[in-house]
């Protein structure tokens, strides 16, 4: 069972890196990627918040705004119902897949108990994991991961290649998955 997270300063390219390996491994036939992806929102060139997007069914939200209510990270209200019933849910769900995909374990995401427990009975199946990390979250649940995850450090240097790599050790760990056909 391979797990893999990515971690890095904010903007170097994380989330794009975890996207592009996981484009190219739900470009293979059969093969089933659930779990979460974030994006930046921006209007006007400023970034005004984050949306959340379930990776298997499309449904999207937002993760967290500039403007609204719930709990703040810096300039950010997160939007605690999104991250519960899309981001929390889509976790869950993705149990059934070939891949689970956390884009991200990180000060936003870790406000939600139900997150947190969602992303703790991912981590006790036997499936493969592929995750942002925030690179300096004291969290308990950043803790573990670190401890049992692969951890990828992206920066400017490797950000190209590493979708490429990631791609290549699921491919390699995991013969179930339909690679050589």
Known sequence: ???????????????????????????????KIGGIQTSEIRKEGKREGFSIRDLATGKTGILGSI?????????????LEDL????????RSALECDLIVIDEVGPMELKSEAFVSAVEVVLESDKPVLAVLHRSSSHQLAQRMRKEFE?????????????????????DRNQHFPFNN
């Open 151 to 171: 951890v990828l450090v992206v920066n400017e240097e490797n950000r190209d290649d590493l979708p490429e790599k990631i791609f290549a050790r699921l491919g």
């Open 67 to 79: 403007r609204g209510s719930g709990p703040r990270v810096g300039k950010y209200h997160v939007n």
């Open 1 to 31: 069972m391979l797990r893999i997270a990515v971690t890095g300063s904010p903007g170097i390219g994380k989330s794009t890196v975890v996207a592009k390996a996981a484009e190219k491994l739900a470009d293979q036939p059969g093969f």
């Open 84 to 91: 519960e019933n899309i981001g929390a849910n889509a976790l």
